[in-house]
């Protein structure tokens, strides 16, 4: 294993041969624009970043990207990526005893020392499971060596760690781009120590003193059924509440600065800048506002120049200004007025029809944007109350006579959720969207 071991090995020479027998083999060998060329050492801690969904839907995500640059930029850590290989790959790397590798240099996963998982839904939980069994780890956290990889998992499904509980190592609450050089000194510092055995523990026992991060061996949980009672420290120096990591100052984290272009096609084919952060609009049904508050902004000459750099380093012609709401983004006219006339396809998602203006359309109409998508969520004033979406008919009908006047002359109703009240014209319909002449 790694630490009778020199140098790191890798896989390739077992891949490569199975690559024309797959579907998509560009999933597979990395060479990315933007991606690093990793630099191992036996003094840095070596990340393996997870995203538990096929490389399609894992390369463009932010966080996972986020990561990868701020963790390569450290000189005491070096981090590569991986995704959940196809069936069709994974069966043949099962049936020849190949284990799950990174992309960037096919390395095997079991000699890193952390495999960190970006879970985003429920629904890829069995996808961590299956990926840490292919990883040749045990998947139970009780039954781990010494000398196997930290299990780690953040992101917005870690704010439920329970299901997940028995079979990582910790969890990281909140944002990342902080907490993951805390816990890489913590990991160094052990690995300088040996690694001897019984110091596994001693190591979990020290991370889960590190703001953010909760540590399931270091609690006793206790159930009613399959209720949750209580979850009780197992020491006196562990603390009985984690809380969520936030980021007070998006502008001081400007990433990714070298954003990953993909040799194949992704589910997210274009350039993508975060423009902030959190929600003060308080739905009742959105998980992300809840848990990314407090919102904070980047400056908008910040995002114009990560557009400009992104776009030059991408080669991308499309750009998505991404948040949870980017309509009530302070800057969103003056950096779209600077992408007008440029080329530049302008992306907006989440468009919030209160906040949707003539000015904003103009801007967006400016660019080679195709067409707008509106959400008013429930087909009635009632419903809309029950779940804090305080969006009148009077801004539905606004938000459409702005796209309107810009040029926007079609709509398209969606057939989603039209169960209640389809009589009430087209603003009955969960989503309605507006395509240009």
């Given amino acids: 294993r790694r630490y009778t071991s020199e140098v790191m090995s890798s896989v390739w020479s077992r891949i490569e041969p199975l690559l024309a027998r797959v579907r998509k083999p560009a999933r597979y060998i990395g060479c990315e624009d933007g991606a690093v060329s990793p630099q191992h050492d036996r003094a840095k801690v070596a990340w393996l970043l997870a995203y538990p969904d096929v490389y399609e839907v894992g390369l463009p995500n932010q966080g996972l990207q986020i990561l990868y640059e701020i963790l390569n930029e450290r000189p005491d850590a070096v981090a590569e990526r991986t995704y959940a290989p196809w069936v069709d790959l994974e069966a043949l790397m099962r049936e020849r005893d190949i284990p799950l590798f990174s992309v960037d240099t096919h390395r095997s996963a079991d000699e890193f020392d952390v495999l960190a998982f970006n879970v985003s839904a429920e629904l890829v939980y069995t996808n961590v499971l299956n990926m840490i069994d292919l990883a040749g780890v045990e998947v139970r956290s009780a039954h781990r060596r010494v000398d196997d990889p930290l299990v780690v998992i953040g992101g917005h499904c870690a704010f439920n760690p329970e299901p997940l509980a028995d079979y990582v190592d910790l969890v990281v609450l909140g944002e ?45 949980v206790e159930y009613d059924g399959p209720a949750l009672r209580a979850v009780t420290p197992r020491f006196a120096d562990v603390p009985a509440t984690v809380s969520k990591r936030t980021i007070a100052d998006l502008s001081a984290w400007p990433y990714p600065r070298r954003p990953l272009a993909p040799l194949t096609e992704v589910v997210h084919d274009r350039l993508a800048v975060e423009v902030f952060r959190g929600c003060t609009r308080g739905c009742r049904f959105c998980q992300a506002g809840m848990i990314t508050r407090p919102v904070r902004e980047r400056p908008a000459e910040q995002v114009r120049t990560m557009i400009t750099n992104g776009l030059r380093a991408t080669g991308y012609d499309e750009v998505s200004l991404t948040s949870l709401s980017t309509a009530d983004f302070s800057g969103i006219e003056d950096v779209t007025n600077s992408l007008s006339g440029c080329g530049t396809t302008i992306s907006l998602p989440s468009l919030r029809v209160d906040a949707f203006t003539v000015g904003l359309a103009d801007q967006v109409s400016g660019g080679r944007r195709s067409g707008l998508t509106f959400a008013p969520e429930a087909g009635s004033w009632r419903l809309r109350q029950v779940i804090n979406k305080l969006i009148t008919e009077e801004d539905l009908y606004g938000a459409v006579e702005s796209a309107f006047s810009q040029g926007w002359h079609r709509t398209k109703r969606s057939e989603e959720h039209t169960s209640e009240l389809q009589s009430h014209s087209f603003i009955s319909y969960a989503v309605f969207c507006l395509k240009k002449k």
């Fill in 176 to 220: 990342g781009e902080e907490v993951i050089g805390e816990i890489t000194e913590v990991v160094r510092d052990w690995k300088a120590s040996g690694r001897t055995p019984g110091i596994r523990e001693g190591v979990l026992r020290e991370l889960s003193r590190v703001p953010g991060v909760y540590v399931p061996s270091m609690y006793d």
